[in-house]
C-alpha cells in the first residue's frame, strides 16, 4: 500500500511544488468565486438587525449633502448596497430600480443606492446611472469603497445587499440580492 508519506517523497521537488501551487490557486479561485457569486448566505450580525432599530449612520448624496437614516423617521427606507465593479450588482441596481419605478407613487417609500465605490469610479458611477437609466432613486456615495459608513454599519460583507427600514426606525427586511426584497414590499404594499 503507498502512503501519502511515500508519494510525497517519490514526487520530484519541482512537481510537489506545482501541486502546492495549483492547490492553492484552487484555494484561492474557490473562495474568490463564492464571494462573487452571491450565493453566500447573510452575516448572523446582518441578520441580528431585522427586528432592531437601523444603526445610526449617514448616507452622502451625489451632490455631497449628507442625510442622517434617524431624520427619515416616518418615511420606509429601502436601501440597495452595491458597486460598479460587482458583476452581480450591476443586475441587482436593474431590479432595484424596477421596484423603485414600481412604487413610485407611494412617497412613504425612499429607495436608496448606497454605491461602495471608490473615489476614483465616481466618473464610471455617473455614466451607469446615466447609461442605465437609474432615475428612480436617490444615490448614495462615499468613496470609501467597502468602508462605506453605512455599509458598515449594516454589517455589509457581499454585493448586492438590500435592507427595509420601517417608518419607525426598525429594520425589518435584509438580505443579499433584490428578489427576496422585492417579494418583501409586494407582500407589505401590495404589487
Not at 462573487?36 to 451632490?63: K, T
Not at 412617497?107 to 461602495?116: D, G, K, L, Q
Request: aromatic fraction near 10%.
Amino acid at each position: 500500500m503507498i502512503t501519502p508519506l511515500m508519494l510525497a517523497r517519490a514526487m520530484s521537488v519541482h512537481t510537489r511544488r506545482r501541486f502546492v501551487t495549483l492547490r492553492a490557486h484552487m484555494a484561492t479561485l474557490f473562495f474568490v468565486g463564492a464571494f462573487l457569486s452571491g450565493c453566500a448566505s447573510l452575516s448572523d450580525q446582518a441578520l441580528s438587525l431585522v427586528g432592531r432599530p437601523a444603526p445610526e449612520s449617514r448616507l452622502m448624496l451625489l451632490n455631497g449633502e449628507h442625510i442622517a437614516l434617524r431624520s427619515r423617521v416616518g418615511k420606509s427606507v429601502t436601501l440597495l448596497f452595491w458597486a460598479t465593479w460587482c458583476p452581480h450588482s450591476r443586475a441587482g441596481i436593474e431590479e432595484f430600480e424596477a421596484l423603485a419605478r414600481t412604487y413610485k407613487d407611494r412617497p412613504e417609500i425612499e429607495f436608496y443606492a448606497v454605491s461602495v465605490d471608490k473615489n476614483e469610479a465616481y466618473a464610471e458611477l455617473k455614466n451607469r446611472i446615466h447609461l442605465q437609466d437609474l432615475e428612480s432613486m436617490t444615490h448614495v456615495f462615499s468613496g470609501n469603497d467597502v468602508q462605506d459608513e453605512a455599509f458598515l454599519a449594516f454589517h455589509g460583507e457581499r454585493l448586492p445587499y438590500a435592507v427595509f427600514i420601517d417608518d419607525e426606525g426598525v429594520v425589518r427586511f435584509a438580505d443579499l440580492g433584490v428578489s427576496g426584497l422585492r417579494t418583501f414590499l409586494s407582500q407589505r404594499y401590495g404589487p
